[in-house]
């Protein structure tokens, strides 16, 4: 790992492969692991573009031989599983224990680690990985995170053409900002492991957010009346169906909307990992306000300065 010496005295640059490197917390973790002069390698499904300081490498996560290609000469690899289904994860374990690198896990908060079974199929999964893991031996360092504030990305589309945002209504939960879970990652696959705790970590932002909260919190950032309207669970499902999501998918997260229950746990784990506090949904949707619709001209609140709401990226 990255203190241990190389030959001729020289430092030995860590090789991390990546997963899930287009999503939200994946395109963190690339950033920050290459600030960190780390050597990159991503295993996507489409290559976003050439990028000179990351080796992209095309394949499947489910696929045996893509990740086996992808684990080549690599010293630690970050690992979602950003399916429904945890029994493909098997093979591609044994492709780990095969080249046996330092594994992160990132699964969920919402385990109960007392439960016979998970609230919802989506935690339900994580656990099932987790246990994987361990079966495995992979000895993994596993960091269990929050709903993250990310999520606030799918109301983009709402928030074009109306002032509220309609879905499911979730349970007041911490919800954390990807950017801390990436440090929090990187942290992970580059502190030497005598330093890190057994884990799991557990990863929440500061304050227990409902989904009214946060909406009302990304409504201050844009400065505009945003509301939150709690659908019906079968208004809630034809609304994310027509909005494209596949229907296992729909299922999941109307389960998780019924069935998981709040959480008010906040930890210090983020500080610990990172060395810096968790940063509020306040903090996130203000630094994420240009990705979401303006104000309506005639709805902008003029401000001293005469601008229009804060956009910093
Ligand atoms: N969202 C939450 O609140 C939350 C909370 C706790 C834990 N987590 C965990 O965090 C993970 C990452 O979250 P996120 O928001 O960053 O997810 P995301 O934005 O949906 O990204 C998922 C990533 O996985 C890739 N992917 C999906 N299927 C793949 C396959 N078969 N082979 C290779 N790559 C594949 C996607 O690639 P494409 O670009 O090709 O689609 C994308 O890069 C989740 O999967 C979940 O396990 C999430």
Redesign the pocket.
Known sequence: MPDTPGPAGSRHRPSILV????????REVVDRLVALDTHVRC????SPGPRPDVDWLV????DPADVRAALHGMDAVFL????LDASPARKILAELVRTSPRVVY?????IDDSAPQQSDPIVQV?AEVEALLDEAGLDPIVL?????A??ARGWVAQLRVTDEVAGPDVPRTPVVD?RDVARAVAAALLTPRAHLDDGPYLLTGPEALTRAEQVGRLGAALQRPLRFRPLPVDQARARMLTDGRPQPLVEALIAASTQRPASTRITDHLQRLTGRPATTFATWAIEHAAEFPAPAPSRATPTARGGGPARRR
């Open positions: 997963t899930g490197a287009t999503g939200n917390v994946g295993l996507v499904r489409r394949g499947d996560l489910t979602i599983w950003p399916l990132l699964s969920s908060t919402a994580h269990r995170s929050d709903t993250l990310s999520n990807e």
